[in-house]
Each structure stands twice: as structure tokens, then as C-alpha cells.
């Protein structure tokens, strides 16, 4: 679950105003598209979600979780509740595909047995049953990509946001993708997807929120929308 109420944020770096009095809240086993173009505060509100920067004001709860007054050294425990997917998968290149799921596991401290009961059963969920054994180099862009999301999956977090995860696929393995984000939220886990995909958004007929210039310009239900995106 994520609720933003009147959440804006600026770089002090750079004093670039990212977000201007974003409120809009995600419910727990919803499946949300997150749309706009670059620079429009995507990225921004993605680094809020998981708690790699504070705004300079509002409200941010991300699975009961206060983010504008946890403590860093509390950060972890927000971060065992989230599944993050990256567009260039950053997977590890000399581990195989069982021992980069694994790995994520091993982080949070789970026990071998747990390991071994959780990890086949999560690369059967993606579709990689099969190549365990298979280096990331041995792998096609879609099946790193399930490498990717199985990693994400494999702590059975409440949440999966996913930055741009089909930006280096076809369009035939980019739906095939947004079709596993489908069978995963159909199983109870909440999906956010940042994208630029016009096709694919309207596709699945999706609950769509698009920012522009730091603030929510459109939030609904159904999946069209005119939207430019770049």
C-alpha cells in the first residue's frame, strides 16, 4: 500500500523542484501503470516509494511504513516488504541463475533449507525451471529479465515496482512480461509499473497514473489514455 498526501520534493543540489503537491494513494493487490515523460517526477516518486530520498514535504506511507520519519536504520525492514525491478536487470554476472535468486534470500538471513524450498518454486513461477545452472551471459534479455523478477518475488514482498522493465525487450516478450506482472498480482501482490509503453498500458486496461512536470495530470481506471509519453 502506498498513500502520498500533498508530497513535493526539491534537490537542494541543484534546486530542481522534482514534485509539486502529489497526493494519490495505491491499494494493497492493486496493479498501477505510472506514466510521463522524462523528467516529469517518475523517477522521483519510484526513490520515495523505496526510501532512497525524503520529500521536502507531505505525507508518504508505504506498507504502514512512516517515510518521512523512519530511520535509516530501520530502511531495511521497508525494504524486505518491496520487490524492486530494474530496467538493466543488474544481476550478478558470475553467480548462475539459481545463486543470483538465492543471493537475495541469503541477504535477509533466511535458512538453507528455506533457500532450497523457495527458490525452484519462484524460477518455476517465471518460467525458468529448467536453467538453474545457466550463467546471465547464457541468457536471452526476457529470461534475465524473469532472473530479475524472480529475485524481486523470492521474499514474497507485498509490493513489486518495476522501473521501465521492459525497455530493453520486443514487443512480443514485453507483453509476455506484463502478463507474469498479471499473474503475479492476480496471486495477491500489488504491482507498480513505471513504463513507457504506450501499447502495453492500453493493453491491459490497467488503473494508469500520468505526472507531468511534477504533478498527477491524469488517475484512472481502464488503461487508454492520449497521453504523449517520450
Not at 136 to 158: C, D, K, M, T, Y
Amino acid at each position: 500500500m502506498v498513500e502520498m498526501n500533498n508530497v513535493s520534493m526539491v534537490y537542494e543540489s541543484s534546486g530542481t523542484e522534482a514534485l509539486d503537491r502529489v497526493s494519490f494513494s495505491i491499494e494493497e493487490g492493486e496493479f498501477v501503470f505510472l506514466v510521463g515523460p522524462s523528467g516529469s517526477g517518475k523517477t522521483t516518486l519510484m526513490k520515495l516509494i523505496t526510501g532512497e530520498v525524503r520529500p521536502k514535504s507531505g505525507k508518504i506511507i508505504v506498507n504502514d511504513f512512516d517515510m518521512r520519519k523512519i530511520k535509516r536504520r530501520k530502511l531495511p525492514k521497508v525494504r524486505r516488504t518491496l520487490g524492486v525491478i530494474f530496467q538493466d536487470y543488474r544481476l550478478i554476472e558470475n553467480m548462475n541463475v539459481y545463486d543470483n535468486v538465492a543471493f537475495a534470500m541469503r541477504v535477509v538471513g533466511a535458512r538453507r533449507r528455506e533457500i532450497r524450498e523457495r527458490v525452484p518454486y519462484v524460477l518455476e513461477l517465471v518460467g525458468l525451471d529448467g536453467r538453474e545452472k545457466r550463467m546471465p551471459n547464457e541468457l536471452s534479455g526476457g529470461e534475465q529479465q524473469r532472473v530479475a523478477i524472480a529475485r524481486a518475488l523470492v521474499n514474497n514482498p507485498r509490493m513489486i515496482v518495476a522501473d521501465e522493465p521492459t525497455g530493453n525487450l520486443d514487443p512480443a516478450r514485453s507483453l509476455e512480461l506484463m502478463l507474469l506482472f498479471e499473474k503475479i498480482n492476480d496471486m495477491g501482490t500489488t504491482i507498480v509499473v513505471v513504463t513507457h509503453e504506450k501499447e502495453l498500458v492500453n493493453a491491459l486496461g490497467k488503473r494508469v497514473i500520468a505526472i507531468d512536470n511534477g504533478r498527477v495530470i491524469s488517475d484512472g481506471k481502464g488503461g487508454y489514455f492520449n497521453y504523449e509519453i517520450e
